[in-house]
């Protein structure tokens, strides 16, 4: 939730949450599964493993070992970090599972796109009084399916805490946008985030999404939504290249 939020497949003339495409879903699951790749309802299988590569980011699949499940260790058990996302932080055993169904979906060509982030070279933290190591996890950056069942999936960036405030989130989500509108074939790209988790609204409007409306249709609460469309991200990239 801190900075998640949903994509979907279908058709751009039906409001958001609004059936759509069905019968092209159908057909492309049926393909999927002919090449035994692993869905889920509205799900789209991992194909390959990208590698992005920003100014100051390099943003990759999550990874089996110990280094991707530090990460995770580092931000769902930091109150600070999980404030606006699940609210607390998760145990041990939660967090294992978490880290080892991200990176079992590259290993499967399941569902879940998500990826770690890390410094290209040393950063300093936002109060100058740390430095974010060269290629140690800072967070992830993700395109999974919303609430793990889809059919709507959903774009999340989680940053440990040490890394907030560098303008980090915003630089990972660019990077994969087009992943999510080119190889995974999206054409509308949500978001939700609690309303108080004003910085999250603040990295949405930088990428472009336009704010909707509140909804309570997610995670059993209250959350501000926002939109943006396959053109609409493209024209926000044209107009800043």
Known sequence: ????????????????GAAGG???RSQTRGAERERGESVIAGGVPCRGRPVFVTPRLRVRPVAPGEGDLELYRRVFGCAAAM????????????????????????????????????????LATADGEATLGAGRPIGDCMLVPIEAKGPEYELGYRLAEEAWGLGLAS???????????????????????????????GVLH????????????????????????????????????
Not at 88 to 113: D, L, N, Q, V
Not at 171 to 191: I, T
Not at 217 to 224: G, I, K, V
């Open 22 to 24: 069905g019968a092209h």
């Open 83 to 122: 404030r606006y996302v699940t609210g607390e932080p998760e145990t041990e055993e939660k967090i294992a599972a978490r880290h080892e169904r991200y990176w079992r979906s590259w290993e499967e060509g399941g569902p879940f796109h998500v990826f770690a982030v890390e410094p290209l070279a040393d």
């Open 206 to 241: 930088k990428l472009g999404f336009k704010r909707v409306g509140t909804t309570n249709r997610h995670y059993d609460r209250e959350l501000e939504l926002f939109r943006l469309t396959r053109n609409e991200a493209r024209a926000v990239a044209q107009s800043s290249a």
């Open 171 to 201: 630089e990972a989500a660019r990077a994969v946008l087009p992943y999510g509108f080119g190889e995974m074939g999206l054409d509308e790209l949500l978001a939700v985030a609690r309303p108080e988790n004003v910085a999250s609204h």
């Open 1 to 16: 939730m801190h900075d998640e939020a949903s994509v979907r497949r279908g058709d751009e003339s039906k409001p958001s």
